[in-house]
């Protein structure tokens, strides 16, 4: 039987994979029309069991650009899981009526157990407060079209580092890179997990932690900003607490580097002032628009169109 190629974890893809999605995106957004019909006859399946905006519909957008047609579900009480049906089950039949099948749920792990069972491609959209792929495949682009570069960056990294599952896929992608050097800013109740520590340490890429936005915000190359994961709190009264401990406004940008290039997953609660979003390096929303580009290529890919 032939071997599916899956997206779990960005580290199922290598660096020329990447970089080559990254070229066919590019190709994509100054060619659009020429990818109109690529995905004829093709069906994209999203099954999400957490609320999503952006992942989802860019992957419906970028389906129905090449093409393709979609079908899903945005939560999983109007699908048979409300009734009692395993992912395993769901996943299976699924698999009998599209060609590549998008998930995010809820617990770590479960888009791998998908793909275990899986007669199609899964793509992880995001499990839990683990990993999300294809957002590191957005942010990648990003960087890439921003900074003209994917190595030698100092990179900003703030907010809720600990359940923030971007930046946990961001950091295993970016370790890969030549020197990168991270600047891991959080309150302490939301410090980076030691496992992801561990992989910092393991490739020996340097990092700083600190509490305070202000303290190397003139050596940041890039300013990744996160919300704090509420639906991941135990407490309420924590995540209230901890839920406006970054703002960043124009005051606080008074010292960054001219070309410094500030992203964010979106959605934005508080951790951005809307004031900042005029500033020419504000580009979290041209992020989310390179988003769906970089899916359309990953989509050609894991569908080996041509
Ligand atoms: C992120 C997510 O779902 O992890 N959103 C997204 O996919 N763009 C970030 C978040 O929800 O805070």
Redesign the pocket.
Known sequence: MKKIKNLIDIKDLSLKEINDLIKVANDIITNEDSYKKKCDGKILATLFFEP?T??RLSFESAMLSLGGNVLGFSEASSSSVSKGESVIDTIQVVGGYSDLIVMRHPKEGAPFVASMKSSVPIINA?DGGHN?PT?TLTDLITISREKGRLDNLVIGLCGDLKF???VHSLINAMSRYKGIKFVLISPNELVLPDYVKKELDANNISYVETNDILEYMDELDILYM??V?KERFFNEDDYVRLKDYYILNKEKLAKAKKDLCIMH???RVNEISTEVDDDPRACYFKQARYGKYIRMALILKLLEVK
């Open positions: 999503s952006r992942t995001g999300h957002q923030g599952r971007t996160t919300r994961q997953p979106l959605p």
